[in-house]
């Protein structure tokens, strides 16, 4: 197993956190094609229609059923579901433990709505060094919950 340190842990929660819009995105978009395909029955224009996820079923030579390619492609949809409400809980999680904090819209703001630091310090009535710090704190947190990381910030959170 590969060890981490602290800076890539930070690095690898920012990313995480970056990524949630379109999870949450890729989530809803995912589940209304997989209700597609389900109600579609076995219908090859579906497929053809679906084909990005379809094109990952077919090795050289493979050939699939019309009712196997349809079954494996719903498959592929559930897992990515699976896979994307899993990372969206575990972040979720950890920022319901750094929502009480008095910067935890620092976070909102930078990694959610991308706002430039001289904006989300002058909605917080803060100078830009101390957002800068107290964000840093909470990513702490949030990657202490995340990768059980120990860090020299306290956090509150029960888990």
Request: glycine residues 2%; aromatic residues 8%.
């Amino acid at each position: 197993m590969r060890r981490f340190d602290e800076k890539e842990l930070i690095r690898e929660t920012k990313k995480r956190l970056y990524r949630l819009p379109q999870l949450l995105f890729r989530i809803k978009y995912s589940k209304a094609e997989l209700a597609e395909l389900k109600s579609s029955g076995f219908d090859m224009s579906k497929l053809r229609r679906n084909s990005k996820s379809f094109v990952s079923l077919i090795k050289s030579g493979m050939r699939l059923s019309p009712m196997d390619a349809h079954l494996a492609q719903i498959e592929l949809l559930e897992q990515r579901i699976s896979a994307d409400t899993n990372e969206v809980h575990q972040l979720m999680r950890a920022l319901k433990c750094v929502k009480g904090d008095r910067y935890y819209n620092a976070i909102c703001y930078k990694f959610f709505k991308n706002l430039d630091d001289e904006e989300v310090a002058r909605r917080l009535k803060c100078t830009p060094p101390t957002l800068r710090r107290n964000r840093a704190r909470l990513l702490h947190q949030i990657a202490n919950i995340l990768y059980g990381m120990q860090t020299n910030f306290y956090s509150k959170c029960n888990m």
